[in-house]
């Protein structure tokens, strides 16, 4: 009998050290498991967190570029307003000049004045493109004043003659115009330099 009590003990020992080897083994594969899992979650984790890195790195990057294609466009502007009012007073003081004859007319209409009003046009759209909404609001400003002087040197420039023309009137009314059409400029630029720039 000792011998089946060996036996007994014996066996009872296998299944003790089987159990102890498939919970070390289960443990094992937990662990391991675990560290993968973690791991997993680890890389994820950082690749979120680079992702939003290079999503804030593009958002500022794209403001940039949006603030420097506003101020392009906003330099221009000031250009091509400047622009417009010298030419729009030298088309009027000759339109305006009973010795000036037709010819000069046209040539500094043609040469100058005109090419000037398309830049000026060609400014205004791309900035109301790619300025803000308060932005546009004062560009409607400056558009009102720009078309108010324009209209005063292309209806002078048109005439057939001066005669019935009050040069002086016409003169100051447009000064009028031009010194709003600046103040509303100047407004414009305020205001865009300290939303913007």
């Known amino acids: 009998m000792p011998e089946n009590s060996d036996t007994a003990n014996g066996g009872a020992r296998e299944r003790r050290t089987q159990r102890a080897t498939i919970l070390a083994a289960l443990g094992g594969a937990l662990i391991g498991a675990l560290a993968g899992f973690g791991g997993s979650v680890l890389v994820y984790t950082e690749a979120k967190h680079a992702r939003q890195d290079e999503a804030a790195a593009r958002r500022v990057e794209d403001d940039e570029r949006r603030a420097d294609i506003r101020r392009g466009a906003y330099v221009d502007l000031s250009a091509s307003t400047n622009k417009f ?3 729009a007073s030298e088309l009027l003081i000759i339109s305006l000049d009973p010795t000036k004859t037709d010819e000069d007319r046209i040539r500094l209409f043609d040469e100058e004045y005109g090419p000037a009003n398309m830049d000026l046009a ?8 790619v ?4 932005g546009k609001r004062d560009l409607d400003e400056i558009g009102t004043h720009y078309l108010h002087a324009g209209k005063l040197v292309n209806d002078t420039y048109a005439a057939a003659s001066l005669e019935g023309i009050d040069a002086q009137k016409i003169h100051q009314e447009f000064l009028g115009a031009v010194r709003q059409q600046l103040a509303a400029l100047q407004k414009f630029m305020d205001r865009a330099a300290s939303e913007s720039l």
Not at 122 to 129: D, E, G, I, Q
Not at 131 to 134: D, G, L, M, R
């Open 85 to 87: 009012v010298t030419q």
């Open 122 to 129: 060609r400014a205004t759209t791309t900035v109301r493109l």
């Open 131 to 134: 300025t803000t909404e308060a």
